[in-house]
Each structure stands twice: as structure tokens, then as C-alpha cells.
């Protein structure tokens, strides 16, 4: 299975595909049929809860327990149309993504199998999402990983492609009861899809991720964090250890196209007094006796997903090591003004599954990045910290001290 990075896109190998939005909340999930002017042909290729179905693509709800699909069948996809959007926005009014980023699955929908994941990273304001696009080029259909934003949520999408949003009528009186929901509305005669706003003040920021109260620590019972710099969470979840074995993917593109730049990822162990124990990094591809692996070295940042993985087996860690950074070094010496879209995430070894990830929103002209920590507690857990500190060092032997200063 790929892990997408904005941007990049996949060949489908199935002409039947489903793609599942979940995020931490329930969403609003819809599909567009494009033609190549990027514009609906009219407002029955708006596909969404309340028009359920269209000429080769449909709409499938999770009942709320489930993550809501956009199913495509492009085989039966009409000739003219060479795009499908699939959309999601926050079922909440005005709430915006801050901090439950949606993750979309893309799955062979015969037999369910996971072909490529997408989360749309550093997200903010955003109310409204185009998360993928399933796409026509050269005759065989493509999916791409988008993340475009939208602050005025679903009219806003729907207005841009061509959907047809008129005014609500103003409120009625108060009924002894509600009336059933039509078969089939305009999309902006939906309650949850309201025509596109003036500008006003902008909505509040949704609450904070669950954490303890004074501690300022983020846990997972709700779902996958995506961090903050400076910003922690604590790898147990409902009380309990989550996991034993995770891996941590590292990614990064060249800013400029053409412009191959070699990262090297690396993991630094510490002892309990800031000691250095051991680096893991391209030239010693495991330590701590197995612990902590490396995938091997990555020259170009090339393909899709991430490029330098290193797998940390908690459960073996030696009670001596205590603490953990993650580093990244720009091997041939260009600065990080040079590179694109540089993350880490964490990831559950046995399920695939992405739990927290750190997106590098700034860069400054620098070699050399600590990206994030993992800190064994008196109690056992670890704990994760976003870090995204820039320092001047082409090779990890160069981020032990600065490493050592950030624990």
C-alpha cells in the first residue's frame, strides 16, 4: 500500500474504486464529476448524502460508524468526463480541520484491499476539503493526492466546479415536528451546504485535541494526531500502551523540479543523562542490538510516500536508552529552502496504520533538522515531540550535541 505525499498519484489497477474519508469527527463526504473545463455538467454530477447516485460513481455512507466512501466504477463513467473530486468537510458548522486532518483510503472496491492512503498535511482554517482526484491521462485512470483547501466549506468547492448554490429561504416559524428529509435536494438547498457566505468574521478555532487537564499533552483515543512544533502526544491510548513496534517514515521532494537532493534520516539513542548511546543512519542500519533498524539510504527523494523508513521496536529498546531524535541531513549540502514538504510520521508497524505525523511548515537555509524526539517516561510510556530545529551539520555525527541540548 502507497502512502501519498500532495501532489503525487498512483495508476489504478481496478476500474472499480472506493474512496473512504475517516477523520477523528464525522465528515461530510461528496464526489464532483468533471469535465476537462474542470466544471460539472450540471447539478447531477454533485454526488453527496442527498444525491446518493450518478452516472459511475456513488456515494456510501458509514452510518457513523464507518468512514463515508465516494465508490467509482470508471468504466461507466461517462464519455466527456475526465475527472472525479472527492470532497469532504466537517458535518459541525464552521468547524474547520484544525487538528483532525481526514485521512482518505483508496481501496480496489471488489475486494476491499488497501491500494494508497492520503493525509492532507498542515491544514488549519480549512472547513472544506478536495482530498484525492481520480483522474483520465492517456486513456488509463490515475488517482492523485490533492489537499486543497477551502475556508467557506462545501459551497465553496461546489460554486468553484459549477454547482448551482442558491439562498436558503429565510426561517420559518418553528414546526410541531420536523419534516422528513427530501429524496433529492439542490446542493444549496441543504442545510449543510449553505450558500457561499459574505466575508465575516472568521469562525473559532475547534477545541484542542484531547488532553489531560493542565497537562498539555495530547493522547490518542481521538484518532491520529498531526503535530505542532513544540507540541507532544503520548503514545497510549484509553489509559493503555498503544503499540510496541512503530516505524518512523521520513519524506521529503526537491522544491525545484529537476534538482535531485540527497536527505539521510537518522535516529540518535541518549542515555538517562543526555549520554550518547548510538546513531542509526545509512551507514550502521541497526542498533541497540536490533531495536532500531534503518531502511537504507534514499538519494533523490524521488516516488511517492516515504523515503527513508526506520523501524523502533519499543518493547526492546534497553532500559539505558531513554531518550530518541530523529534527525534529517542534506548529505550533499543544499539548504532546506531547497526542499519541499519535509515530514515525519509515526506509524503502528503491525496495522500500517498512521498515528501522529509532523509536517516542517517553514524552512530555514540550514543542513541539518532534529524533527522529533521520543522520550521514555518514569512510567513507561513514551512520548513524542514535534521539534522541527534547524541546525548547521551535513552527517548525524554533527546532531549528536544539538540533539543531546533538545532532550
Given at each position: 500500500?502507497?502512502?501519498m505525499?500532495?501532489g ?18 464525522r ?18 454530477d ?17 452510518g457513523?460508524?464507518a ?7 470508471t468504466?461507466a463513467v ?30 480496489d ?46 459551497a ?30 439542490r ?33 490518542l ?58 546513531s542509526?543512519?545509512?551507514g ?6 536490533g ?6 539510504d ?19 529498546i534497553?532500559?539505558?536508552?531513554t ?30 496504520e ?25 512510567s ?20 549528536v ?7
Amino acid at each position: 500500500m502507497t502512502a501519498m505525499t500532495p501532489g503525487s498519484n498512483i495508476p489504478l489497477p481496478t476500474a472499480h474504486v472506493a474512496v473512504d474519508v475517516a477523520a477523528p469527527v464525522r465528515l461530510d463526504v461528496s464526489g464532483l464529476l468533471l469535465t476537462a473545463d474542470g466544471k460539472v455538467r450540471s447539478d447531477d454530477d454533485f454526488i453527496f448524502y442527498n444525491q446518493p447516485t450518478g452516472p459511475g460513481v456513488s456515494y456510501r455512507s458509514g452510518g457513523g460508524t464507518a468512514p463515508d466512501a465516494i465508490v467509482v466504477d470508471t468504466s461507466a463513467v461517462p464519455a466527456g468526463i475526465e475527472k472525479i473530486v472527492v470532497t469532504a468537510s466537517p458535518d459541525a458548522a464552521g468547524q474547520s480541520f484544525q487538528g483532525i486532518e481526514p485521512t482518505a483510503t483508496i481501496r480496489d472496491a471488489g475486494s476491499g484491499g488497501a491500494l494508497a492512503t492520503f493525509t492532507p498535511p498542515r491544514l488549519g482554517t480549512e472547513t472544506a476539503l478536495v482530498i484525492v482526484e481520480i483522474y483520465l491521462r492517456n486513456g488509463a485512470w490515475k488517482v492523485r493526492a490533492v489537499g486543497q483547501g477551502y475556508a467557506n466549506g462545501l459551497a465553496g468547492i461546489a460554486t468553484d466546479f459549477g454547482v448551482s448554490v442558491e439562498e436558503p429561504a429565510p426561517a420559518a416559524a418553528p414546526a410541531p415536528a420536523a419534516a422528513p428529509a427530501p429524496a433529492r435536494t439542490r446542493a444549496g438547498a441543504d442545510p449543510r451546504i449553505p450558500a457561499p457566505p459574505v466575508p465575516a468574521t472568521p469562525p473559532a478555532a475547534p477545541p484542542a485535541p484531547a488532553a489531560a487537564p493542565g497537562s498539555g499533552k495530547i493522547n490518542l483515543d481521538k484518532g491520529k494526531v498531526s503535530l505542532q512544533k513544540n507540541q507532544t502526544v503520548s503514545l497510549v491510548k484509553g489509559g493503555r500502551p498503544l503499540l510496541t513496534q512503530v516505524k518512523m517514515g521520513l519524506g521529503w521532494e526537491p522544491a525545484y523540479r529537476g534538482k535531485d537532493i540527497d536527505l539521510d534520516a537518522s535516529v540518535i539513542a541518549y542515555g538517562p543523562n543526555r549520554n550518547h548511546l548510538d546513531s542509526c543512519y545509512f551507514g550502521k542500519l541497526s542498533i541497540l542490538n536490533g531495536a532500531i533498524k534503518h531502511s537504507g539510504d534514499n538519494l533523490t527523494g524521488e516516488g511517492a510516500g516515504d523515503d527513508e523508513v526506520i523501524v523502533v521496536d519499543l518493547g526492546r529498546i534497553p532500559d539505558e536508552a531513554t531518550g530518541l531524535v530523529f534527525t534529517v541531513n542534506s548529505f550533499t549540502g543544499q539548504k532546506f529552502t531547497e526542499v519541499a514538504k519535509a515530514y515525519c510520521r509515526l506509524i503502528d508497524a503491525a496495522t500500517n496504520e498512521e498515528l501522529v505525523r509532523f509536517d516542517l511548515t517553514t524552512a530555514e537555509p540550514q543542513t541539518g533538522v532534529l524533527m522529533a524526539k521520543l522520550i521514555r517516561q518514569f512510567s513507561g510510556e513514551w512520548e513524542m515531540t514535534g521539534l522541527g530545529e534547524f541546525v548547521k551539520s551535513r552527517t548525524v555525527r554533527g546532531m549528536v550535541k544539538p540533539a543531546a541540548k533538545i532532550l
